[in-house]
């Protein structure tokens, strides 16, 4: 890229501290790189409130997700490895229950474990289980083994410490007139590297980016002891000592009002007719989800020196360690782009 390597002050710099580039940091650390983070706190990222849920089926239509096999084998290995690094578990495998609402959802759920790869993730669940068992559920329910959940909020503030503590995070906002671009890479407030990554999440412009708001409740219930996430309308997952996260919605509108009382009510009705009891809401959470018009993230080269890891939407935990390799491999070893994930694919 022009000047040799000892010329710049790091490898790569990093403009966002959420889900995206906290992952892809920690993949460029593992692959020997420096790296320097910009990154300032702000009212309505995702990232720092998402429950983290790992489901590699989609339950609207009982389909396997886009490339789930791969998706979760490198996402399992990321969290774990993760959190070795940390003395931490970031990565908690939680099979996920999945209360048929009809019958024909647990016909059409039947019908699905008859294809070969769609049997590898899904199964009938007729064993005892004293939490699931007080449910309604006249249609019985089934298991998604292969899920879990993932600790964001703990990752992104152990990631935050460290960087912070290491002098490769500053904690200020960047606007666009403070980079400054060369034939040979880039400079950003005395910073200088080869290559820029924008890792903006919903605050950022790009094409075919899509701001979807997802709200969600954390609750306590007593008593019921649920060791595996549910699901009827909404989730619970659970996190321990009787306490659920809950979630969640999808709204495309007026998505920077911050929570909403409308959203409440409609979680709160659809988790009392799941639990039949009472339940105690302890936080009110929300966030603006940088999703894509296709569904796809939006990874590649938006410039000569910079490049763009954007648009993971509500399945970002699962998607971004896969993400982060794949954008490696491009740019540091000439991988070619997956067609799905290509920036320039909403463009003319």
Known sequence: ??????????????????????????????????????????????????????????LRRTVLTWRASEMLAIAGAFYRDLGLQYDTAFWHPTPLAVLFPTAQEAGIWQLRMKDPEMMRFLRLDTSADPALD??????????????????????????????????????????????RRSDDGVELLGRTAPL???CSGPFAQVDG??????????????????????????FMLPVGDEVYRVGSTF???????????????????????????????????????????????????VGRHEVVFNGLGSRGVVLAPWCAQHLCDHVFEGAELDEAVRPDRFIG
């Open 196 to 198: 820029l990554v924008h």
């Open 251 to 301: 709204a495309w509108n007026d998505v920077w009002s911050g929570p909403s009382a409308d959203a409440q009510r409609y979680l709160l009705d659809r988790l009392e007719r799941l639990v039949e009891r009472e339940v105690e809401v302890l936080d009110h959470w929300c966030g603006v989800r940088p999703a894509s018009k296709d569904r796809r993230p939006i990874l590649g080269r």
């Open 1 to 58: 890229m022009g000047l040799v390597p000892t010329s710049f002050t790091h490898d790569v710099i990093i403009i966002g501290q959420g889900l995206a580039g906290t992952v892809l940091s920690e993949t460029l650390a593992q692959r020997g790189k420096r790296v320097m983070v910009f990154d300032a706190p702000r009212p309505g990222r995702a990232s720092h409130v998402a429950a983290g849920l790992v489901n590699p089926v989609s």
């Open 209 to 234: 980016l899509v701001q979807v708001k997802g709200e969600g409740l954390t609750v306590r219930i007593p008593d019921l002891h649920a060791t595996k996430a549910i699901h009827r309308g909404v």
């Open 134 to 179: 007080q449910l309604p559920q006249p249609y019985g329910r089934g298991i998604i083994d292969r899920s879990a959940w993932v600790d964001v909020s703990k990752m992104l503030e152990a990631y935050r410490a460290q960087a912070l503590a290491a002098g490769e995070l500053e904690e200020r906002s960047i606007e666009a007139s403070d980079i």
